[in-house]
C-alpha cells in the first residue's frame, strides 16, 4: 500500500500542470511555466499569456497547449523556422518576434503583429521585455553556419527573472558575459555549435542559476548531456543542471 501512495504522489506531482516535464519558476512577476517541447523548441506560460519558441516537429505536439501569444524564432535554419509546423498552428492572435532573415522567409504566413529584432535590441512587448542576444560560430566567417547577425539568442525579462535562449550558438563572448540568468537553454551539438566542454565552461563562466542542455542532436547523434552536469557539478554547485528529454 505505502509504494502506491508513493506513486501516486510522485505521478500527481510531476502532472499536477499538465506537462510531464513542465517547471515552474515562482517570481514576483507572477509563476512561469516552463515546457520542453522538442529540439530547440519550448513553450513557456507565463499568467494567461502563452509563449512559443522555434516551434518545431509538428503542429500536433502543441495540441495540448493555449495557441501562442507570442511566438519568437531564432533563426531561419528549418529546425527552428519550421514553416510546416507554423502553418498547423492559429496565429491569428499571435505576435512573432524574429530577425530580418527569419521574417524574410515567411511566405505567406501571416500573423497578427510581426517585430524584427536586430543583435542588441530591446522590446517590450505583452509585459514582456525581450533582449536580442548575437548567436553565431566562431570563427567569425561569412560561410559558417550561423553567421553573426544573421540571427538571435533572446534574454527574456520576466519582472527581474531573466531566462537565456541560446539559439544556434557557439560559446562567444556576448553569451559569457550576461548576467544575472536564472535560467539558460544552452546548445550543445557537432558540427553545428557547441562541443559539451565549451557549453560546460561558457555556463560556468556566466553562471545561470539554472541550466537546461537543450538542442543536443548533432550529426554524430545525442551529445552527452551526463557529462555536461558533471562538468557543470564539478565546476560550480552552486548552478543546477536539470536534465529533460527533448526527443521522444
Known amino acids: 500500500m505505502s509504494r502506491i501512495i508513493v506513486f501516486l504522489a510522485t505521478f500527481l506531482l510531476i502532472n499536477i500542470s499538465g506537462y510531464a516535464q513542465s517547471d515552474i519558476f515562482d517570481g514576483a512577476a507572477g509563476k512561469i511555466e516552463v515546457v520542453p517541447v522538442y529540439h530547440g523548441s ?20 502543441y495540441s495540448d497547449f493555449n495557441a501562442p501569444d507570442l511566438v519568437l524564432i531564432t533563426h531561419a535554419h528549418g529546425d527552428h523556422l519550421d514553416t510546416n509546423t507554423l ?3 492559429d496565429l491569428q492572435f499571435s505576435t512573432l518576434v524574429a ?15 510581426t517585430h524584427s529584432m536586430a543583435n ?24 559558417s553556419f550561423h553567421p553573426k547577425g544573421w540571427g538571435n539568442g533572446y534574454v527574456l525579462n520576466f519582472g527581474i527573472q531573466r531566462f537565456y535562449i541560446s539559439g544556434d550558438t557557439e560559446d562567444i563572448p556576448e553569451m559569457r558575459k550576461l548576467m544575472f540568468i536564472d535560467a539558460a537553454f544552452v546548445c550543445m551539438n557537432q558540427p553545428y555549435t557547441m562541443t559539451v566542454e565549451q557549453a560546460a565552461d561558457a ?4 553562471q545561470p542559476k539554472v541550466v537546461y542542455p537543450y538542442h543536443y542532436r548533432g550529426k554524430g547523434g545525442m551529445s552527452d548531456v551526463e557529462l555536461f552536469k558533471t562538468l557543470i557539478e564539478e565546476g560550480e554547485r552552486d548552478i543546477e543542471v536539470r536534465l529533460r528529454s527533448w526527443y521522444e
Open 99 to 113: 530577425p530580418e532573415s527569419v521574417i524574410e522567409e515567411m511566405g505567406s504566413l501571416k500573423f497578427m503583429k
Open 203 to 206: 555556463v560556468l563562466e556566466f
Open 120 to 143: 542588441g535590441d530591446s522590446l517590450e512587448i505583452l509585459g514582456l521585455l525581450i533582449e536580442a542576444i548575437p548567436m553565431y560560430n566562431l570563427p567569425r566567417e561569412p560561410t
Open 87 to 89: 502553418r498547423g498552428l
Open 42 to 61: 519550448l513553450v513557456m506560460n507565463w499568467g494567461e499569456k502563452s509563449i512559443y519558441i522555434d516551434p518545431h516537429g509538428g503542429a500536433e505536439r
